[in-house]
């Protein structure tokens, strides 16, 4: 049975910084792809970035428009650890962050980031 466990969120301020970070039990965490997703009340699950398996030791990050150039996703195998850094964060980035398994759908429980001044 897979298990995701997201750690890390909390209150920041714009302009601030947070890594949240996942945990996975219950696979051979290299050779799945993890993405991190976001939601926000009302507003449908949105995907946020995705970093790869695969031949790349250490993954391949890919980002969606929203996060380009802020955030940045990385991944430690022997930890079984998925990471997001978030800088210059913007109200907007307001929600529960979820990590996902991409090749078997599995969803840890959520963290909640607030930003706000």
């Known amino acids: 049975q897979v298990r995701l466990v997201e750690s890390g969120g909390g209150l920041v301020q714009p302009g601030g910084s947070l890594r949240l970070s996942c945990v996975a039990s219950?696979?051979?965490?290299?050779?799945?792809?993890m993405r991190w997703y976001r939601q926000s009340p009302g507003k449908e699950r949105e995907w946020v970035a995705t970093?790869?398996?695969?031949?790349?030791?250490?993954?391949?990050?890919v980002y969606a428009n929203s996060v380009k150039g802020r955030f940045t996703v990385s991944r430690d195998n022997t930890k079984n650890t998925v990471y997001l850094q978030m800088n210059s964060l913007k109200p907007e980035d307001t929600a529960v962050y979820y990590c996902?398994?991409?090749?078997?759908?599995?969803w840890g429980q959520g963290t909640q980031v607030t930003v706000s001044s």
């Open positions: 996902n398994v991409e090749r078997t759908g599995d």
């Open positions: 219950g696979l051979t965490f290299s050779g799945y792809a």
């Open positions: 970093i790869t398996s695969g031949i790349y030791p250490d993954g391949r990050p």
